[in-house]
Structures are given as C-alpha cells and as structure tokens.
Nanobody, 124 residues
C-alpha cells in the first residue's frame, strides 16, 4: 500500500513557474512508476508526464514537452513536477499516481494509487 500526498500548486501568471511535489509513504516506493495527470471540469483526466522506478526513463505529453520536467528522489520517496513557461491551457487539477510496473503507461486506469489533487491556475 502506498499513500501519496501532494503539495505545491497555486495561481501564477503566464510564463511563470511552479513546482509540484508528490510524497509517498508506505512500502517500497522505489518499485513504483509514478505519473502526473491533470483534469479540467467536464473533461477526461489527461496524462502529463511519467517516470520510471529508477528515474532513468521519462515520458511526456506533447503539450508539455520542453516545458515540464518530472524527477524523483527515492531517498525522500518524492516525485516532482517542475512546470516552466506556464500557459493558461495548463490550468487544471493535477494528480500524481503510482503503480508497481516497469513500463510507463499513459492510461489513468493503469495506476493504483492517487494523490489528493492540487489546483494549478495560470492567468493571462
């Protein structure tokens, strides 16, 4: 069992930065791949980024590639999402999710454990 607690988020202006954190408690965090998703009202949850168990392999949605960076510190059982050059289209509730798996999957249904969600609002 893994519990995920998110922090960070908030309201920023276009072009500014934010960093989200996802801290895990429970057993064997290092065996879990972790992903970030986001969701706006009335739309399906959207894949943002994922990172492998060791942090060596990452995957990004085309819409955030080059602007967002996912990283992890297994010693601290924490995954981060650094968001640069934020745009109004990035406004959403962001969720981290974890699953015991080797490959990186972009489907939300592949993840067993979820954080509580955090609001990110980018104003123009």
């Amino acid at each position: 069992q893994v519990q995920l607690v998110q922090s960070g988020g908030g309201m920023v202006q276009v072009g500014e930065t934010l960093k989200l954190s996802c801290a895990a408690s429970g057993r064997a965090f290092e065996t879990h791949a972790v992903a970030w998703f986001r969701q706006v009202p009335g739309k399906a949850r959207e894949f943002v980024a994922a990172i492998s168990r060791t942090g060596i392999v990452t995957k990004y949605a085309d819409s955030v590639k080059g602007r967002f960076t996912i990283s992890r510190d297994n010693g601290k059982s924490t995954v981060y999402l650094q968001m640069n050059s934020l745009e109004p289209e990035d406004t959403a509730v962001y969720y981290c999710a974890a699953a015991v798996r080797v490959t990186l999957i972009i489907a939300p249904a592949a993840y067993n454990y979820w954080g509580q969600g955090t609001q990110v609002t980018v104003s123009s």
